[in-house]
């Protein structure tokens, strides 16, 4: 699968103009017996044909009848990631004006930079993301695609807690499936329990003992 985790989501728009951000909260679905998962117990409906599609694959559904959410299909079938946070990084000034268009409040303050994509419909809005994505690869797309990220991310950086919105799916509502950059102000929710000590975190950024958590990561949700 693509390896998303700290990778610049960059959407092109039709006058050639960019917007985007680098990946900073994820959860997992992970299909078969996740009962918080589309794909639970194998289900396939047209809705989530994306989910058994090859990793990659863009999966766009809407919620409430009005809000978009994007994930990425994963390695196993039914399984995807949704993508819940971005740090916008490129084209902010298009994506506040996108997101200040969807708010109806008068008066409302202009949208700091840590609340354009905090929040997987949020994103959908900022970036332009409909149901015309579903099942677009974002490896080949012209219009959405994934860059390399800034800087490392290490396993400390990670902070892993339950997924948000998932009460009814039972022994799995509790399960730590849902991933954030700790200290990351572009986070939607901050579960400061689960975080590490500030010291602890530190000493595992030191670039004598810098390690690739991504494989790491990959091998904490495959145990999962």
Known sequence: ALPIWGQLLVRRFA???QAGGRIVETEAYLGGEDQASHSCGGRRTQRNAAMYMEP????VYQIYGLYYCLNVSSRGAGAAV????LEPL???EAMRQRRSARRTASGSKALKDQ???NGPAK???????TKDFDRRDLATDSEAWLEPGPQDITEGDIVSTSR????Y???WTAKPLRFYLQGNKCVSVVVKKSERPKAVVEQENDPSSRQNTLGKLAARFART
């Not at 949704?82 to 946070?85: A, C, P, Q, T, V």
């Not at 994103?123 to 993301?129: I, S």
Request: hydrophobic letters at 40%.
């Open 123 to 129: 994103l959908c809005q900022a970036l332009q993301v």
């Open 15 to 17: 006058d050639g103009s």
């Open 82 to 85: 949704l993508i819940r946070g």
């Open 115 to 117: 609340e354009l994509c």
């Open 164 to 167: 948000i919105g998932v009460g």
């Open 90 to 92: 490129r084209g902010l």
């Open 169 to 171: 799916a039972g022994e």
């Open 56 to 59: 990659g694959t863009m999966y």
